[in-house]
């Protein structure tokens, strides 16, 4: 008869701290880790572009804007302006149009910055 008073004591004393840890812990010293941040990204040269990150079209942003990508992961991506679709021909009938590219690594959490060079590119056409 001993031993079933001692397991049932044992038996309420766990119940009531599972209980009290369990009611009292809620919500109090929980730090939430983000496993996301966003992205701002902007370009350093004249006309409009398709942004890409992964190869996936985000947007489109001209030399003076800057486009907001969120909910990415942490991580390296890659990113893309194309301003192809926007270009022009010259007198020689070269389409010329800026395009550039980037590698990032970006932290989950923040606001992370990308700044894409860009560069003159023409063929002919």
């Keep these: 008869m001993n031993t079933k008073i001692v397991k049932k004591i044992i038996l309420i004393l766990v119940v009531a701290t599972l209980l009290t840890i369990g009611l009292t812990g809620c919500g109090v010293g929980i730090t939430i880790i983000s496993t996301t941040g966003r992205v701002v990204v902007t370009v350093n040269g004249p006309g409009i572009y398709d942004i890409y990150m992964d190869t996936a079209w985000q947007g489109t942003i001209d030399a003076y804007g800057e486009l907001i990508i969120t909910n990415v992961s942490g991580g390296n991506h890659y990113f893309e302006a194309d301003g192809e679709d926007y270009g022009w021909y010259d007198s020689w009938s070269y389409w010329n149009y800026y395009y550039g590219f980037r590698n990032k690594i970006t932290y989950n ?9 860009v560069s003159l590119y023409y063929y002919y056409y």
Excluded: K, L
């Excluded at 959490?109 to 060079?117: A, C, D, L």
């Design 109 to 117: 959490g923040r606001t992370n910055y990308v700044t894409i060079p």
